[in-house]
């Protein structure tokens, strides 16, 4: 079985300031991580993923996650937050041999 | 066209009406999915189709028929709906139904029943 879990449904961070939104994942075998990020009325779109290579993976728009099998984390962080990263991000897990695990999605605001 | 495309981007039905969405990919992918994305709720795995044949389905109504006649294309049957059924519906495909390949959505079709 595996899940995902989103600290934090709501995130509100300064124009320029540090973004990090966090993703904590359970799986019973070693899992493939994803993130996605949708703009409204839209749907989502990939924005990096983990596949057991390197630990931190960097994405588009300046956005990377480090993946940390100690602490089951795979926080995605991007050191300045600009006005167009306002959209929803969801994490997700997948098991090599299994479907995806989506997590509920946080909302990242971004403050002028 | 490339990408996954849904249509109708926006759809408004009754509760007796019969309607389709339909989502269309060009990426070559041997798996395609609908998912609901209802308000304040999490994104929901409705079906998964592999190569044209429906591996999932998650206890989703009957008032909901999907249908996959090649491996581009992807239907929701809509009938007798009921008002929570509004959501948007999400159309995605990937390379297979397993491993490190990620999902490609489609843009979303907005349904409201009334």
């Known amino acids: 079985a595996q899940s995902v879990t989103q600290l934090g449904s709501h995130v509100s961070v300064s124009e320029g300031a540090l973004v990090l939104l966090r993703c904590n994942y359970s799986s019973s075998v070693p899992p493939y991580l994803f993130w996605y990020v949708q703009y409204p009325n839209q749907g989502l779109q990939l924005l990096l993923k983990y596949t057991s290579a390197a630990t931190l993976v960097k994405g588009i728009n300046g956005f990377e996650a480090e993946f940390k099998k100690s602490e089951t984390s795979f926080h995605l962080t991007k050191p300045s937050a600009h006005m167009s990263d306002a959209a929803e991000y969801f994490c997700?897990?997948?098991?090599?041999?299994?479907?995806?695990?989506f997590g509920d999605g946080t909302t990242l605001t971004v403050k002028p | 066209e490339t990408g996954v495309t849904q249509t109708p981007r926006h759809l408004v039905m009754g509760m007796t009406n019969k309607k389709s969405l339909k989502c269309e990919q060009h990426l070559g992918h041997n798996a395609m999915y609908w998912y609901k994305q209802s308000a304040k709720k999490p994104l929901e795995l409705m079906f998964v189709?592999?190569?044209?044949?429906?591996?999932e389905n998650n206890s989703v109504p009957s008032r909901f028929s999907p249908e996959c006649p090649n491996s581009s294309h992807l239907f929701l049957h809509l009938h007798t709906l009921q008002p929570e059924d509004s959501a948007l519906y999400l159309c995605?495909?990937?390379?297979?139904?397993?491993?490190?390949?990620?999902?490609?959505f489609g843009q979303g079709t907005r349904l409201t029943v009334v």
């Open positions: 997700a897990v997948r098991a090599p041999a299994g479907k995806s695990t």
């Open positions: 189709y592999s190569l044209e044949e429906r591996v």
């Open positions: 995605a495909s990937s390379q297979e139904t397993q491993g490190s390949t990620e999902a490609f």
